[in-house]
Nanobody, 127 residues
Framework: QLHLVESGGGLVQPGGSLRLSCAAS????????IGWFRQAPGKEREGISC?????????NYADSVKGRFTISRDNAKNTVYLQMNSLKPEDTAVYYC???????????????????WGQGTQVTVSS
């Protein structure tokens, strides 16, 4: 069965960058759509980005991160990553990746769709 592990979180100053990784084991990540989600204290878990399975031809971003974050996948490495640039304090949250056995050319950012979740990695943006 699929197991996901996020990494790459940490403390960064506003305007800085981080790259999060979502490494899979137990199954080939290429057959899954992958979503990135985050949850800040007192807030609901929100979808921030997703990438479709296989070639990753479809990507989606929340308005709050559009133009700053980039999702990509490397199926040979069984890894999806999220490049986060121009970070803001409001980006502070625990970030999760999740996998869904979905149609090849689509992805969505609704948490209920996803079946497999990582443990999360903390991102803190502070001056």
């Amino acid at each position: 069965q699929l197991h996901l592990v996020e990494s790459g979180g940490g403390l960064v100053q506003p305007g800085g960058s981080l790259r999060l990784s979502c490494a899979a084991s137990g199954s080939a990540l290429g057959v899954y759509a992958i979503g990135w989600f985050r949850q800040a204290p007192g807030k609901e878990r929100e979808g921030i980005s997703c990438i479709s399975s296989r070639g990753g031809t479809t990507t989606n971003y929340a308005d709050s991160v559009k133009g700053r974050f980039t999702i990509s996948r490397d199926n040979a490495k069984n890894t999806v990553y999220l490049q986060m640039n121009s970070l803001k304090p409001e980006d502070t949250a625990v970030y999760y990746c999740a996998a869904d056995l979905s149609t090849e050319s689509i992805c969505v950012m609704f948490p209920f769709v996803y079946n497999n979740w990582g443990q999360g990695t903390q991102v803190t943006v502070s001056s």
